[in-house]
Structures are given as C-alpha cells and as structure tokens.
T-cell receptor, first 111, second 115 residues
C-alpha cells in the first residue's frame, strides 16, 4: 500500500538546526516534495527531489535516498517564523499529478 | 499579486443548505485541484481538472460537485453536507506541461463548518 511517515511534532531552539525525516512506501516514485504550512495559511512549496542527494536552497536543504525510501528536510539557523507544519509528499507516476501526502510535522521553534 | 485566491475564507452552513466555494488562479496554469484537509489526516485529493476537463475524482461523495468553467476558475458546489465534512478546503493549481518538478500552488483555503 501507500504510506508516508513523518514525526508528528518536533521542538527546536532559535538559531539551531533541525532535521525532519520522511519515509515513504509507494507503488512508484517520480519525485518528493516538501511544503511548509503556517497555521491557517496555504501550504507553500519548499523543495523537490527526484535524484539521490542533497538539494540546498538557502537555510533549507532536502535530501533523498530512493533505495531507502527516505528523505529529510534540514532547517538551519532556525527562526521563530519557521514554526509551522512541514508536509512531505510523493508523486508516484510521471504523468500522474496526484501526490501522496504525509500527515505533516508540526515544528515549534522556541526562543 | 496573490497567485491563488479562494472565497469565502470561512463558511458555516447547515446540513440542508447549498453553497459554493470559489477558487481563482492568476498564474496561467491549466491544472487545478480541490483538496480536503482535516485534523490528524493527510491532505486528501478530491478532484483534478486539466484544461477544464476533470481527470480525477477520488471517490468523492456526490454531495460535492465541482465545476471548472475555464482554466482560471474552479468551483466546489456543496449540498446536503454532513458534520464530518467540516474541514479546510484547499484549491491548488499547477502547470499542465509534463515537466517533472512542477509544484502545486495553493490558495489560503476555505474553513467550512457544517452544523
């Protein structure tokens, strides 16, 4: 079956580094997305991985290992505004616009 | 410029009411989506439209009726809803080209409460 697992909640300190993990089991794989969603707001795109390795974009980086069905989102120099839910989503097929979504990880950044 | 807009932002309706949710995108995309987001559940895809044609109906009950008059507008017509339909309804859009990394752009959502 299809399954995406993420931790439900995480807590970190302002200025620190946090890693949010995502493991997936899907019938196919054609890319993994990370989205950020602040409470009461729309999810916004953060990163996309389709090949193994690390993609860096400013304070945020995302890693993918297809053989392990594993990804992580790394947030550096945490700021209070990074407190949000982080959603992992997998696209199964090339022509398939359907994304399989995780439950999201609620990150609280404390001063 | 706000890429994807949704109205209303909040809606309270009785089980016998009929209402409609509206979504508009200003990004030149041709694919549009309706999602349902409930507490403690993953985002649930409801419908997908590509160039105004419905390409996916994810076993959604008939009390939800989508309409896509053009590539910029998407509606979700609601009638005889149940309390369990209370949720955040999100609209999204994306390019239709077969690019591998096209992400979906989301609207702010309509918070629906069915009483």
């Amino acid at each position: 079956g299809q399954n995406i697992d993420q931790p439900t909640e995480m807590t970190a300190t302002e200025g620190a580094i946090v890693q949010i993990n995502c493991t997936y089991q899907t019938s196919g794989f054609n890319g993994l997305f990370w989205y950020q969603q602040h409470a009461g707001e729309a999810p916004t795109f953060l990163s996309y991985n389709v090949l193994d390795g690390l993609e860096e974009k400013g304070r945020f980086s995302s890693f993918l290992s297809r053989s392990k069905g594993y990804s992580y989102l790394l947030l550096k120099e945490l700021q209070m505004k990074d407190s949000a839910s982080y959603l992992c989503a997998v696209r199964e097929g090339g022509n398939n616009r359907k994304l399989i979504w995780g439950l999201g990880t609620s990150l609280a950044v404390n001063p | 410029e706000t890429g994807v807009t949704q109205t209303p932002r909040h809606l309270v309706m009785g089980m016998t009411n009929k209402k409609s949710l509206k979504c508009e995108q200003h990004l030149g995309h041709n694919a549009m989506y309706w999602y349902k987001q409930s507490a403690k559940k993953p985002l649930e895809l409801m419908f997908v439209y590509n160039f105004k044609e419905q390409t996916e109906n994810n076993s959604v009950p008939s009390r939800f009726s989508p309409e896509c008059p053009n590539s910029s507008h998407l509606f979700l017509h609601l009638h005889t809803l149940q309390p369990e339909d209370s949720a955040l309804y999100l609209c999204a859009s994306s390019p239709s080209r077969q690019g591998p990394s096209y992400e979906q752009y989301f609207g702010p959502g309509t918070r629906l409460t069915v009483t």
